[in-house]
């Protein structure tokens, strides 16, 4: 009688238990729910990047894509609204300013200018994501070159992700690809250039059994000669290994006198595939 005396007085205070662990569970999910509200009004925001004017940097919703003649990997920008036409969002080549993409989904390469792509089996990935500090400047002002969040005046509810190129008071002029602020060419520090930079050409992605592929990089003798140029019996200094160029020490003249026979270039040349060719 005693035995089953104690697993009636029991029970009760196991429910009591399943009830205060059920309550302090319940309590820091309210808790948390409403932290992240407070939060996210006065201090700090997600964004998740929509479209891809900030790309490279930044992407947008993109397919990751694959050369299949040179197997370099790059970003194309679509859509971030599947009702929207594919042709909306269209990657670029930002060496050339030039559109890579075509009708439907299909792609360039930006390293050897390989089109039509097919992409219709690549899938989509959802564009980055940003957590914004929303008091920023009361600490300090904009800064340019600064990547910024700000709301769309026609449309609060919708983010936009830019960078700052021109402060209050300022006159902005884009002239030739170079930003004027002024009157006054701006001038980006190494730092920035390299935030912002673009690769035009690797080479260790080159295309294999492409009889239409140019060489890139070439050696000559000098700046004002090029590879039809050079002296009879005599090769550039610089000579093709694997993907770079190593100096070869025995095409110097040494009794040459000439400051600018002293030096040996590589020269780059960017082909541009039109057609096929």
């Excluded at 219709?120 to 009361?138: C, I, M, S, W």
């Excluded at 730092?191 to 492409?210: G, I, K, M, S």
């Excluded at 590879?227 to 190593?246: S, T």
Aim: glycine letters at 6%; one cysteine or more; aromatic letters at 10%.
């Amino acid at each position: 009688m005693h035995h089953s005396s104690r697993q009636i007085n029991s029970q009760p205070e196991e429910v009591e238990g399943r009830s205060s662990l059920f309550r302090m569970v319940l309590e820091s999910v309210v808790s948390l729910a409403i932290a992240v509200i407070l939060f996210r009004t006065f201090e700090a925001e997600g964004y998740m990047i929509s479209t891809g004017s900030m790309a490279p940097s930044l992407l947008g919703y993109h397919k990751q894509v694959i050369c299949p003649r040179c197997d370099f990997s790059f970003t194309y920008g679509v859509a971030y609204d599947e009702s929207v036409s594919g042709n909306r969002f269209q990657a670029e080549d930002h060496a050339h300013g030039e559109t890579l993409a075509r009708a439907g989904q299909y792609a360039t390469c930006p390293n050897c200018n390989t089109n039509s792509i097919d992409l219709t089996t690549v899938p989509r990935n959802e564009g980055d994501q940003l957590l914004v500090f929303k008091h920023a400047y009361y600490l300090k002002g904009p800064q340019r070159w600064s990547v910024v969040v700000f709301q769309n005046p026609m449309k609060p509810t919708q983010a936009y992700v830019k960078r700052v190129v021109g402060l209050p008071g300022e006159a902005v002029q884009v002239k030739d690809g170079d930003l004027y602020i002024n009157g006054k060419i701006e001038r980006k520090d190494l730092e920035t250039q390299r935030a912002v930079r673009l690769l035009v050409y690797d080479q260790h992605y080159r295309p294999e059994n492409d009889d239409f592929f140019q060489p890139r990089f070439i050696p000559v003798m000098n700046d004002s000669q090029n590879e039809n140029e050079q002296a009879p019996g005599k090769r550039p200094a610089w000579v093709a290994q694997g993907d770079g160029f190593v100096f070869d020490a025995t095409n110097d003249d040494p009794l040459s006198s000439s400051v600018q026979e002293q030096w040996s270039w590589v020269k780059y040349q960017h082909w541009m595939r039109q057609g096929g060719h």
